[in-house]
């Protein structure tokens, strides 16, 4: 992939700068029930460059892009915007379900920024925590004998290789089971989900661990994208 020109990089570091601002703003009059990140999807491994309310996922400045909400479907954007370069428009994903960490109910949306020329480079994120709703529902269910809210889950490691790892991992069948193609269709649509194929290096480790080419995963991911399409 050949680098950016200086004029884009301006481009992109105005953006940023706007974006920095925005956050700001944003900050100010949400509660703090409400997180807004904004990523830097240059350097995945510490794309967090701005963070309000960080405590809703237990984030900061510097995080990684995959120590976010499970589910998020701004891997999807992100990884859309990489294959189609016909626009600059930013993709907008809008109050989708996630979860935090250790397994809170969020609602979230993302915006996908492309430069000039089409090249996805920042994401600008929200995600609220529904935990207070949650536990108004639960009080109200054991009143009307409708049960308890589920136990929250454990913590997920932060740190890269050990996310990058842990989503291998999940997606994955047991260790020496035999695989169809099928099976790694749908652990690579699995990894795809996790966000696993916009850091640098998914695509390879995804090969190692499935026994195939990062070709053939290439090849995995034209298909799911297709399925997607006709879907």
Not at 52 to 59: D, E, I, L
Not at 121 to 147: E, K, P, R, T, V
């Amino acid at each position: 992939m050949s680098q950016p020109s200086s004029a884009v990089l301006a481009e992109r570091q105005l953006v940023l700068q706007v974006l920095r601002s925005t956050l700001q703003m944003l900050a100010g009059v949400v509660g703090p029930h409400v997180e807004i990140v904004l990523h830097d999807l240059d350097q995945p491994e510490r794309s967090i460059i701005a963070i309000a309310n960080g405590h809703v996922t237990g984030r900061r400045v510097g995080g990684p892009v995959l120590g976010g909400p499970r589910q998020d479907l701004g891997f999807a954007a992100v990884l859309r915007a990489l294959h189609d370069r016909s626009g600059s428009t930013p993709l907008v994903l809008e109050n989708y379900p996630t979860l935090a960490p250790d397994g809170r109910e969020l609602r979230s949306s993302t915006v996908v920024f492309r430069d000039s020329g089409g090249q996805p480079f920042a994401s600008l994120c929200s995600n609220s925590d529904l935990s207070g709703i949650a536990a108004a529902h639960a009080c109200l269910g054991q009143m009307l004998g409708l049960g308890s809210a589920p136990e929250p889950r454990g913590d997920e490691p932060q740190d890269m290789e050990q996310l990058l790892a842990q989503i291998i991992q999940a997606a994955c069948p047991e260790p020496g089971a035999r695989l169809t193609k099928q099976h790694k269709l749908e652990a690579v649509r699995q990894m795809q989900e996790r966000g696993l194929f916009i850091v640098k290096g998914g695509i390879e480790k995804a090969a190692a661990a499935l026994g195939v080419t990062r070709y053939t995963i290439y090849n995995y991911l034209d298909q799911i994208r297709a399925q997607g399409a006709e879907e």
